[in-house]
C-alpha cells in the first residue's frame, strides 16, 4: 500500500510563520503560542484544542496529554521559548475549561459557535495556520498537522530514536513512526554527492589522459614528418 510523505516545514518557514502574530493583541499572543506548542513538542491538533490548564506544567515545560488519540495518555515538552510565551498568555486568557480558547463567538459559519472561553474549533485554527502561512510568503499546502510532521522529522534527524519519537507522537504502532526514516534523505543525499563527485573527478583524468593521448600521438606524426 503507497504510503503518502507528508508537507513538512523548515525551521527557517516555521520561523517566518511565528513573526506573523500580533503577539500585542489577545488572540495574536494565544495564536503564536499555540503554533510555537506544536511546533515545539509535535502535538496533535485535537491534543491542543482539548488540553486543560490542569494538565499543563509551564516550570516543567511538560503537558499530560489525556485521552489522546486511541484514549493513551502521554506526556510532551517543550521550549524555554515556548514556555515563556505559554506564561504570558496564561495571564491574559479568559478562565475556562480549556487552555486555548475562543475569545470571541465566531463568525464563521462552518464553526461551531461558542462562548468567551471555550473549545476552539478546529475550522477556525486551519483558517488561522493558512492565512499566515500566505503572509509569511510559504507557497505550500499546509495545516497544523504540518507542524507535527516538521517537529518528527527534525526531532529523527536530531539523531533521536524512533522509539522515542513514537512516544512523543503517541503512536500506537512503530510503522506509523517509520515514515520519518524515510523522510529524512540527508544520508542518502551526502552518499549520492560523494558519488558524484568521485565518478566526476574519475572522467575528468580520464579525459585528461585520452587528451595527454592524443598530443603525444600528434607530436609523434610531427617528429615522422
Given at each position: 500500500m503507497r504510503r503518502k510523505i507528508p508537507v513538512t516545514l523548515t525551521a527557517e518557514?516555521?520561523?517566518?510563520?511565528?513573526?506573523?502574530?500580533?503577539e500585542r493583541t489577545l488572540t495574536?499572543?494565544?495564536?503564536?503560542?499555540?503554533l510555537s506548542f506544536i511546533?515545539?513538542?509535535?502535538?496533535?491538533?485535537?491534543?491542543?484544542?482539548?488540553?486543560?490548564?490542569?494538565?499543563?506544567?509551564?516550570?516543567?515545560?511538560?503537558?499530560?496529554?489525556?485521552?489522546?488519540?486511541?484514549?493513551?495518555?502521554?506526556?510532551?515538552?517543550?521550549?524555554?521559548?515556548?514556555?515563556?510565551?505559554?506564561?504570558?498568555?496564561k495571564e491574559i486568557r479568559p478562565k475556562g475549561e480549556y487552555f486555548f480558547c475562543s475569545?470571541?463567538?465566531?463568525?464563521?459559519?462552518?464553526?461551531?459557535?461558542?462562548?468567551?472561553?471555550?473549545?476552539?474549533?478546529?475550522?477556525?485554527l486551519y483558517i488561522m495556520i493558512g492565512k499566515?502561512?500566505?503572509?509569511?510568503?510559504?507557497?505550500?499546502?499546509?495545516?497544523?498537522?504540518?507542524?507535527?510532521?516538521?517537529?518528527?522529522?527534525?526531532?529523527y534527524k536530531s539523531g533521536h530514536d524512533l522509539i522515542a519519537l513514537q512516544k512523543l507522537l503517541g503512536h500506537a504502532s512503530l510503522r506509523t513512526t517509520?515514515?520519518?526514516?524515510?523522510?529524512?534523505s540527508t544520508d542518502v543525499l551526502e552518499a549520492s554527492d560523494k558519488?558524484?563527485?568521485?565518478?566526476?573527478s574519475e572522467a575528468r583524468d580520464i579525459q585528461k589522459r585520452i587528451e595527454d593521448l592524443e598530443k603525444q600521438i600528434q607530436d609523434l606524426k610531427a617528429e615522422v614528418r
Open positions: 518557514e516555521i520561523g517566518k510563520i511565528l513573526k506573523i502574530p500580533n495574536g499572543l494565544r495564536n503564536k503560542t499555540l511546533w515545539d513538542s509535535g502535538a496533535r491538533v485535537s491534543d491542543v484544542i482539548n488540553l486543560k490548564p490542569g494538565n499543563l506544567n509551564i516550570g516543567k515545560r511538560e503537558a499530560t496529554i489525556i485521552e489522546g488519540k486511541g484514549g493513551v495518555d502521554r506526556v510532551i515538552a517543550f521550549s524555554e521559548y515556548t514556555a515563556g510565551l505559554l506564561k504570558r498568555y475569545f470571541y463567538k465566531s463568525n464563521n459559519p462552518k464553526a461551531k459557535k461558542g462562548k468567551i472561553g471555550s473549545k476552539m474549533d478546529r475550522v477556525q499566515y502561512a500566505k503572509r509569511a510568503g510559504i507557497k505550500k499546502k499546509i495545516g497544523l498537522h504540518t507542524l507535527r510532521h516538521s517537529f518528527a522529522l527534525n526531532f517509520e515514515i520519518y526514516v524515510y523522510m529524512d558519488y558524484y563527485k568521485k565518478r566526476d
